[in-house]
Nanobody
Framework: QVQLVESGGGLVQAGGSLRLSCAASSRTFIMFNMAWFRQAPGKEREFVAAVSWRDGATYYAESVKDRVTISRDDAKNTVYLQMNNLKPEDTDVYYC?????????????????WGQGTQVTVSS
């Protein structure tokens, strides 16, 4: 069983920055495709960003691609989401996810493991 633990969420003013972290318990982290999703109350969970284990390629949702960066440190079994120029509409619970298959995905159903989520609140 793989455990994912997110951290780094909090309250920030519009225009500010946050860096989310997700630490994985598995020794095979290096072979996981990793992603971040977010979800607001009453809404579906939506894709934010993903990073491939094969070549480090990154993928972003159009709504955030100019403001966020996903990265991974395989030595630390950790994936990060750097978020800049935050907007009130970025207020959500952010979830880390791991996919143990060959490729990345934008779909929540394709990820095997999930963290518990970390709240990000952006005030105007």
């Amino acid at each position: 069983q793989v455990q994912l633990v997110e951290s780094g969420g909090g309250l920030v003013q519009a225009g500010g920055s946050l860096r989310l972290s997700c630490a994985a318990s598995s020794r095979t982290f290096i072979m996981f495709n990793m992603a971040w999703f977010r979800q607001a109350p009453g809404k579906e969970r939506e894709f934010v960003a993903a990073v491939s284990w094969r070549d480090g390629a990154t993928y972003y949702a159009e709504s955030v691609k100019d403001r966020v960066t996903i990265s991974r440190d395989d030595a630390k079994n950790t994936v990060y989401l750097q978020m800049n120029n935050l907007k009130p509409e970025d207020t959500d619970v952010y979830y880390c996810a791991a996919r143990t298959y060959y490729s990345t995905s934008y779909s929540t159903s394709q990820y095997n493991y999930w963290g518990q989520g970390t709240q990000v609140t952006v005030s105007s």
